[in-house]
């Protein structure tokens, strides 16, 4: 009776194993690279309708955030500035430019300029701006050096772990309130003076960021 | 076996080298992982948010413009919400002059010129300048003439007008009501007669302690 399978048939089963454990793996590498926010959304700069620079604005003028985003402060929703927040300069300074035409037919018309939103978090989850710039965490903890960009970018994955990371670890981030705007300081003592003086004010405006689910979604 | 694994490392280049890298810059809007016709009402959910996009109103937008007339019982501080304060809200006297002096409802102290001093530096020194001499950094670009501080005009100016400049803006400068709130820009008013008055300072106003250190004799 001839065999029925062939001498070789014998490793197949390791074969199968071996593949299986391969494509899982690489399925896996797959996963946690293409699908987390650190690929889909890193990275992200839309073509806005009006080429505005906060490398010029912000960078080299340096006008300060609150200047256009004036209610961060004040509100939980750091706001787009109004079409007059523009044209309190652009009414003088280029005030024929043919790239500002969006922004001086919404300030006639009281339509609004159709930004583009970059930055967003899923509607579950609630982040508010105020809470954090009057607690001392800056600017540049979640949007980067965004004096520094010609076109913003969105620079930081706002995965829950990304938050997570900064409220289990408030001292390595929280800084003096008149320096949240200043994205570009750093303790002048380096990390080791950012946790001393951070945890310092940490304990000083009894910041507990809140780690249960409920903190963030409602 | 061989080839079913380079099948494999084929497809790995291949989805590799169509996807790219974490971190590369792009355009169109990101991919969502958990797409919103598969996972209804999870990310997006039924209700709006500040400054987003309508598609119910005509205008487009979910934020309301008030209706004429209305004012917003939240807004200005709590426990005055008409706002019943001329003084303090329009700048001007009972006699409908602008008033000479500041709202008896605000404590002019050092914590307060010091948020004045925090607001002007954020809405007001771009043009005005650090010293209030007109010398701001959009000059440079094309700004038109922004009148200094330090003139009789303006030194003479009551309180209330400086205020109600900020409130309504004045020649090609715009309003900053929506910036400043009535009290920010009493404090913002208080700051710039700091500045008018650090302009006039001479050597006898600096303390004897300082002198010395400045070379002042």
Redo the contacts between chains.
């Keep these: 009776m001839p065999k029925l399978f062939p001498k070789s048939a014998n490793?197949l089963p390791l074969?199968i194993l071996?593949?299986v454990g391969?494509?899982g793996g690489?399925a896996a590498l797959?996963v946690t690279?293409?699908?987390?926010p650190?690929?889909?959304?890193?990275?992200?700069?839309?073509?806005q309708p009006v080429p505005f620079s906060h490398q010029l604005h912000a960078g080299q003028?340096?006008?300060?955030c609150?200047?256009c985003h004036?209610n961060v402060e004040k509100?939980?929703?750091a706001?787009?500035p109004?079409s007059?927040?523009c044209?309190?300069?652009h009414?003088?300074?280029?005030p024929q430019s043919p790239l500002l035409a969006v922004v001086r037919q919404s300030y006639e018309s009281g339509?609004?300029v159709p930004w583009v939103k970059i930055h967003s978090v899923?509607?579950?989850a609630y982040f508010n701006h105020a809470a954090h710039v009057t607690r001392g965490v800056s600017c540049v903890s979640c949007h980067d050096r965004i004096d520094q960009m010609e076109t913003v970018?969105?620079a930081k994955p706002f995965s829950m772990e990304f938050c997570l990371d900064c409220h289990r670890a408030p001292q390595e981030a929280v800084r003096p309130r008149?320096l949240v705007t200043n994205l570009g300081w750093q303790h002048p003592a380096g990390a080791s003076g950012q946790l001393r003086d951070g945890q310092k004010l940490v304990d000083d405006w009894k910041i507990k960021p809140p780690q249960s689910c409920s903190g963030c979604h409602r | 076996?061989r080839y079913?694994?380079l099948v494999?490392a084929f497809l790995?280049v291949l989805?590799v080298s169509l996807?790219g890298f974490?971190?590369?810059?792009?355009?169109?809007?990101?991919?969502?992982?958990f797409p919103e016709w598969a996972f209804p009402g999870?990310?997006?959910?039924p209700?709006y948010?500040?400054?987003a996009e309508s598609k119910f109103f005509a205008?487009?937008?979910t934020d309301r413009p008030l209706p004429p007339g209305v004012v917003a019982s939240s807004y200005g501080p709590a426990g005055q919400p008409l706002r019943d304060d001329d003084h303090l809200y329009a700048g001007k006297t009972a006699t409908g002059a602008w008033a000479p002096g500041f709202p008896a409802a605000l404590a002019i102290d050092r914590t307060f010129i010091k948020r004045g001093q925090?607001r002007y530096?954020?809405?007001c020194q771009?043009?005005h300048g650090a010293l209030g001499d007109g010398q701001g950094?959009?000059k440079a670009?094309?700004?038109?003439a922004t009148p200094t501080y330090h003139d009789d005009r303006l030194r003479q100016m009551p309180a209330g007008e400086i205020y109600n400049t900020i409130t309504h803006g004045k020649n090609?400068?715009?309003?900053y009501a929506?910036?400043l709130a009535p009290d920010e820009r009493w404090a913002v008013v208080a700051y710039v007669r700091a500045l008018q008055r650090a302009q006039q300072g001479t050597p006898a106003d600096v303390p004897a302690a300082q002198q010395k250190e400045l070379g002042i004799k």
Aim: glycine share 8%; aromatic share 10%; charged share 20%.
């Design positions: 490793r074969q071996t593949f391969v494509l690489l797959g690279y293409y699908m987390t650190k690929y889909t959304r890193v990275g992200y700069a839309p073509v003028l340096g006008l300060d609150r200047y004036s509100s939980g929703h706001n787009v109004t007059q927040t044209m309190n300069c009414n003088q300074i280029k339509e609004a899923p509607d579950y970018q969105h008149e | 076996m079913a694994l494999l790995a989805a996807l974490r971190g590369a810059t792009f355009v169109k809007p990101p991919i969502d992982v999870m990310k997006r959910q209700k948010k500040p400054q205008d487009g937008r925090e530096v954020i809405y771009p043009c950094i959009t670009y094309g700004m038109g090609t400068m715009l309003s929506d910036k």
